[in-house]
């Protein structure tokens, strides 16, 4: 059974960087394609970034694009999320995912952790 669980969300300032953690058990992270995904309030999910498994290709939704950074750690299984010069708009539940399409929406998306809280003060 694959579990996914994120942390790192909490309360930042517009203008200020956060990193987000996902420990995955259960499979190793670098079989498969993983992803970062978020809610706001009333929206739907929507894709943020996502790496494929052999760790080489990347894709980020055009809203992050460099501000957000994702990568990996096999030796720790485990995927992350760097996000600077965070926004209001940014605020959202975020998600981590696993066995998908790169840069796919939410439903191709097969394993998923509880989400963490990410809140921009502006």
């Known amino acids: 059974q694959v579990q996914l669980v994120e942390s790192g969300g909490g309360l930042v300032r517009a203008g200020d960087s956060l990193r987000l953690s996902c420990t995955v058990s259960?499979?190793?992270?670098?079989?498969?394609?993983m992803a970062w995904l978020r809610q706001a309030p009333g929206k739907e999910r929507e894709f943020v970034a996502a790496?494929?498994?052999?760790?080489?290709?990347?894709r980020y939704a055009d809203s992050v694009k460099g501000r957000f950074t994702i990568s990996r750690d096999s030796a720790k299984n485990t995927l992350y999320l760097q996000m600077n010069n965070l926004k209001f708009e940014d605020t959202a539940v975020y998600y981590c995912?696993?066995?998908?399409?790169?840069?796919?929406?939410?439903?191709?998306?097969?394993?998923w952790g509880q989400g963490t809280q990410v809140t921009v003060s502006s």
């Open positions: 995912a696993g066995g998908g399409e790169l840069g796919g929406p939410a439903d191709v998306w097969n394993d």
């Open positions: 790496i494929s498994w052999t760790g080489r290709r990347t």
């Open positions: 259960g499979r190793t992270i670098s079989t498969y394609n």
